[in-house]
């Protein structure tokens, strides 16, 4: 079973900040969060990672919870070509681990 | 360029046949995963190798199987023991270590059994 529990779908307003939330309240000390987004039929696009502390690049931030019991990855100004099915996933990046994705988040932004 | 390549892109089989999806990186990874993705849903994975020649089960791996002869070639085999084998399967390679477990995917075979 997969790690992390997420909303089946959420859609946001072009132009608006879109939050995508994550539970992953078994994460252990040395896993890190994952964030990884696929567009119909293509294979997955890694976003974002994390350990602890908040990330941001040019995708996206993500915010994790001081408890590490949840994070959230944030699309500052979603467009059309966000449209895709979000993964968030915890692994442990010391080993090659089963890596297990749930069925993610169907984001849909509408113009 | 460097990157991870699968093939072929699109494949038929008959029922009773066993087929074999290619997948190669030029990443110098040292491990590799394989998923399997049906329509709407999550990816499921198949098997994993952290090295060459050792590679371990992952939570649908009756049906399939792999070998890892080289560090850039991680074949998976969709054998007749597989039920239901049409999906679209996914290859995938990472580093080991510390905040560089980065997954690169490729893009992709989807098998369809006629």
């Known amino acids: 079973d997969a790690k992390t529990t997420q909303p089946p779908s959420m859609d946001c307003a072009e132009g608006r900040a879109a939050n995508l939330p994550c539970n992953h309240s078994?994460?252990?000390?040395?896993?890190?969060v994952y964030w990884y987004r696929q567009i119909h039929s293509q294979g997955p696009q890694y976003i974002i990672h994390?350990?602890?502390n908040n990330e941001t690049n040019e995708m996206a931030s993500l915010i994790i919870t001081e408890d590490r019991k949840s994070s959230t990855l944030i699309l500052p100004h979603a467009t059309l070509r966000d449209t895709a099915v979000y993964y968030c996933?915890?692994?442990?990046?010391?080993?090659?681990?089963?890596?297990?994705f749930g069925s993610g988040t169907r984001l849909s932004i509408r113009p | 360029d460097g990157g991870i390549t699968q093939s072929p892109k699109y494949l038929f089989r008959k029922e009773g046949q066993n087929v074999t999806l290619s997948c190669e990186q030029n990443?110098?990874?040292?491990?590799m995963y394989w998923y399997r993705q049906d329509p709407g849903q999550g990816l499921r994975l198949i098997y994993y190798?952290?090295?060459?020649?050792?590679?371990q089960k992952g939570d649908i791996a009756e049906g399939y199987s792999v070998s890892r002869e080289k560090k850039e070639s991680f074949p998976l085999t969709v054998t007749s023991a597989q039920k239901n084998p049409t999906a679209f399967y996914l290859c995938?390679?990472?580093?080991?270590?510390?905040?560089?477990?980065?997954?690169?995917f490729g893009e992709g075979s989807r098998l369809t059994v006629l």
């Open positions: 995938a390679s990472s580093m080991v270590g510390r905040g560089t477990g980065e997954l690169f």
């Open positions: 078994t994460i252990s000390g040395n896993e890190y």
């Open positions: 994390g350990l602890k």
């Open positions: 996933i915890v692994r442990v990046d010391s080993s090659a681990s089963k890596i297990i």
């Open positions: 990443l110098n990874h040292d491990a």
């Open positions: 190798s952290q090295i060459v020649n050792d590679f």
